[in-house]
T-cell receptor, first 111, second 116 residues
Framework: EDQVTQSPEALRLQEGESSSLNCSYT??????LFWYRQDPGKGPEFLFT???AGEEKEKERLKATLTKKESFLHITAPKPEDSATYLC????????????FGQGTTLQVKP | EPEVTQTPSHQVTQMGQEVILRCVPI?????FYWYRQILGQKVEFLVSFYNNEISEKSEIFDDQFSVERPDGSNFTLKIRSTKLEDSAMYFCASSEELAGGGDTQYFGPGTRLTVL
């Protein structure tokens, strides 16, 4: 069965303290892995898509990487405005686009 | 920047009543989705829709649920007889295609459904 597990569930950082979020997945035929940011009471906001092992994407203080079993979201020198829940989702090789989400990592960055 | 919109933002209904949640996907997108998120839980897939047909539906999407694209811009989710356990945030999403960079799904802000 397809599964996505994110760790840790919650992470508290001081402003400027870099860290990484993990997303482990088991899926039959990975078509793509997606990272989203979700603020409380809002919809998921797209960050990155990764399609193959070894691929990396960067945006401001965020960098996403992908291996055959997991993905990491590295946050460099975070700021309080980076506080949010970060969601990982996978899409298997199918023609329907269905995304399977992890439970998310809630990040709090203190000034 | 194009975005997915949803109405209403909050819907309160009595158990057993019908509700219709509305979405306007991004205009050049061809694939449409509904997801839901019960408070404190994962985002769960409900249904995908393409070319006026359901492509895939989850076990949650039983006979009480239906989707429709009544015109060229709207995409709706209907729950015929709501239950307490239907209380959740419902998100609409759309994507341009299913391949390459166009398969990114963009989500709307959600409709919070409260069933009393």
């Amino acid at each position: 069965e397809d599964q996505v597990t994110q760790s840790p569930e919650a992470l508290r950082l001081q402003e400027g303290e870099s860290s990484s979020l993990n997303c482990s997945y088991t899926v039959s035929g990975l078509r793509g892995l997606f990272w989203y940011r979700q603020d409380p009471g809002k919809g998921p906001e797209f960050l990155f898509t990764l399609y193959s092992a070894g691929e990396e994407k960067e945006k401001e203080r965020l960098k996403a990487t992908l291996t055959k079993k997991e993905s990491f979201l590295h946050i460099t020198a975070p700021k309080p405005e980076d506080s949010a829940t970060y969601l990982c989702a996978v899409r298997r090789s199918s023609n329907t686009g269905k995304l399977i989400f992890g439970q998310g990592t809630t990040l709090q960055v203190k000034p | 920047e194009p975005e997915v919109t949803q109405t209403p933002s909050h819907q309160v209904t009595q158990m057993g009543q019908e509700v219709i949640l509305r979405c306007v996907p991004i205009s050049n997108h061809l694939y449409f989705y509904w997801y839901r998120q019960i408070l404190g839980q994962k985002v769960e897939f409900l249904v995908s829709f393409y070319n006026n047909e359901i492509s895939e539906k989850s076990e949650i999407f039983d006979d009480q649920f239906s989707v429709e694209r009544p015109d060229g811009s709207n995409f709706t989710l209907k729950i015929r007889s709501t239950k307490l356990e239907d209380s959740a945030m419902y998100f609409c999403a759309s994507s341009e295609e299913l391949a390459g960079g166009g398969d990114t799904q963009y989500f709307g802000p959600g409709t919070r459904l409260t069933v009393l």
